[in-house]
């Protein structure tokens, strides 16, 4: 008996003795390791401006967090996650980085939550779009902040059919991320009355979409949807311009559409396209005073990718200065219990399942003649509430959650 | 409507049209590389960047000086082609004779290089370029919408296609250029300058992929990156229709157009495929290629 409680004791005290070391900064240093595309496809949408995101916040902290060093470390995942996966145990495991940052590719951001879990440090996804980044394989390691698939089809999907685009054609990349938008875009249509006549899965990436617009076109379809992203969707857009998709009444749905994208097509080509977004620079005084500071830095207006790396960030060295710790436990459980208001997200607020959930935007193109600069590119339409928008718990498949 | 394995004839047909469309373009890049391996018998993996330059210079040029879509078809390829034949003068001069692989290392970092600087100075989202007003709009065929400014395309790169082929298979300048290069010593005894004429061929064969560029840059997005994306295809192209063989580059293109067109319309997946699928078949059965002469 005192054999079993002399054990018992020890185990006490020596859990005491662990949690007492998690409650500081682990070697004087915060260390965030920003991992993204920085050269190809996604390079415009996050990449080194992204960096230049995270860098700003950390100068607005006033580059130490209780007294602790912040440093910064970075590397180009070239979309690759085994590139992404080497790069990150390194910094895990040699290097004390606390936490990853960036994470674009979806593909990436869950080949890297496996290694945050298995040494327990925090990562916060920003630039992935696939919901099942907080479903199927939510971790408690990471979060998933800026916006995912299953808003993006809420959003544009159910507005589209509910101006009366009753039959949808999909053109969709034919990899894991298309896919998973095309299956949340078959879900909200048809609850919304509408239906699919024809879907169409081309190769990643795609230069020319002649072929596959005539086809849209002959489809005779209300909707021609885009589920797909990058310059695949700019040349879709495009070539659906080039042969007046839109001129013959159909109407062009971008279901995943970034601000750098627009700018690259230009009003003209763009112009009356509607989409989802998860933050837009121009909305008010508070996201115009940050862009315009983001502008100065980069010469160009952040996305929301961008925005979001920003208000992270922020939202996590704030979490590591109330507990004084950079364990990955204390500081999440801080991060969900504070309400994120900046110019970001107004009540925005993360769930046990990691995923981040805020006001959604529906936004539309404007016209040459609305547009102002080569930067005025949206009008909002409409706010999607952050509950309305975004997976809610009761279907979700995170083992975080079901086991509860 | 009458049906072909499930497809209406209206939309087969305009898929033919558009993989006729879409293989002349792969006629003129292909050309280039025919040219540049057939007479050089240089691997030329900076073709795509070379397009590349076509399209960015293009739009570049227009940016920065104003100058319009017409002045650009010239000037474009012009400047593109000076720059291959700096590289030709400073790097390639330097391995000929060599193993093919020298020439394809060689380019292909060539190629890597321009890439990588340009992605630097303007990302990879695209660079905007409108179409001239001439080309906005289309004719509606019946089956089909047409855009004018394919049309255009269709023609342009035809000519230039049969007038490359004309040129280096029918005139007195071919005749020196394929001796040149089969027997510099000789002709260099007749006094004709070998060196020069070399450097000026990778010129040309340069100039003809920075002309596709030109034409590309209206419909296509204008990015750092979009050589990388063709050139395989391209390289696949001429191993089908016979390294070297100028006439075989740009019927094997068209060829390879609509075949592709073909498969975007029954079994889109494959369409990135299916001219590899060729080429292992062709290749099995002929290779040299369809038109390669025998080895």
Known sequence: MTMIKKLLTSAVATAMMVGGAQAEISNDTVKIGYLADMSGTYRDLAGPNGLAALEMAIADFGGKVNGAKIEVVSADDRNSPDVASSTVRRWLENENVDMVAGLVASSVSIAVSDILQENDKLGIVSGSAASSITNEHCTPNHIHYVYDTYPLANGTASAVVKEGGKTWYILTADYAFGHALEGDVRRVVEANGGEIIGTLRHPFPTPDFSSFILQAQASGADVVALANAGSDTTNAINTASEFGVTQSGQTLAALLLFLTDVHALGVEAAQGIQLTTGWYWDMNEETRAWADRFMEKTGVRPTMVHAGIYSSTMQYLKAVDATDSDAAQVVRKQMMETPINDMFAKNGRIREDGRMVHDMYLAEVKTPAESKGEWDLYDIVRTIPAEEAFRPLSESKCPLVTSK | ???????????????????????????????????????????????GAMYMLGAMSTVILFDALGINYWVALFVAPLLVGAFGVVIEYFLLRRIAGQDHIYSLLLTFGVALLIGGVLTNIYGVSGLRYSMPDV?????????????????????????????????????????????????????QGFGINVPLLISLTYGFGVMLAAFAGVLAAPIYSVTPV?????????????????????????????????????????????????IFLVMVVVLMFRPSGLFGKEA
């Open chain 2, 226 to 274: 979009m050589g990388s994306h063709i050139l395989i295809t391209v390289f696949a192209v001429v191993v089908i229709g016979g390294m070297g063989s100028i006439g075989g580059a740009i019927i094997t293109g068209i060829l390879m157009g609509v075949i592709e067109g073909l498969t975007k319309t029954f079994y889109p997946p494959a369409s990135s495929a299916v």
């Open chain 2, 1 to 47: 409507m009458s049906m072909i394995f499930g497809v209406p004839l209206a939309v087969l047909a305009g898929q033919l049209l558009i993989g006729v469309i879409n293989g002349a373009f792969y006629a003129l890049l292909s050309l280039g590389l025919a040219v540049i391996f057939g007479l050089l018998k240089i691997i030329n993996f900076a073709h």
């Open chain 2, 135 to 187: 080309f906005q709009g289309g004719m509606k065929l019946g089956f089909m919408f047409l855009p004018y400014y394919r049309v255009w395309v269709i023609v342009l790169a035809l000519l230039i296609c049969f007038g490359t082929w004309f040129m280096i298979e029918k005139t007195k300048l071919g005749a020196y250029l394929r001796a040149g290069t089969e027997d510099s010593q000789l002709m």
